[in-house]
Nanobody, 123 residues
Framework: VQLQASGGGLVQAGGSLRLSCKAS????????MGWFRQAPGKTRAFVSA????????FYTGSVKGRFTISRDRASNTVYLQMNTLRPEDTAVYYC?????????????????WGQGTLVTVSS
């Protein structure tokens, strides 16, 4: 499966952005879609994930209540709505796909990655 992420940009603190990740190719094997982010000088970290079949969602603690992950089955697209953004949310955001739904917080769970989209939140 190929993943194309988009929607990043520059926003002021308190603002919102919506990231998109469109999957193409052999998508039927993949049951878990995740978003990770990597800030400068830091390792890639889990943000959120969604189980494709059930719609079950997961979030890291720092984004709960501010970010919402969703999926559109018709277009094979996963979204990450990010509200009340903070400067510490600044990072390159990556979407990823996995056949398994266990271990959703670990990068090694995911076999396919998008190219990343930069989110910059100014204070």
């Amino acid at each position: 499966v190929q993943l194309q992420a988009s929607g990043g940009g520059l926003v002021q603190a308190g603002g919102s952005l919506r990231l998109s990740c469109k999957a193409s190719g052999r998508t039927f094997n993949y049951n878990l879609m995740g978003w990770f982010r990597q800030a400068p000088g830091k390792t890639r970290a889990f943000v959120s994930a969604i189980v494709w079949n059930t719609g079950t969602t997961f979030y890291t603690g720092s984004v709960k209540g501010r970010f919402t992950i969703s999926r559109d089955r018709a277009s094979n697209t996963v979204y990450l709505q990010m509200n009340t953004l903070r400067p510490e949310d600044t990072a390159v955001y990556y979407c990823a796909a996995s056949i398994n739904s266990l271990g959703y917080t670990h990068t090694h769970t995911y076999s396919n990655w998008g190219q990343g989209t930069l989110v910059t939140v100014s204070s």
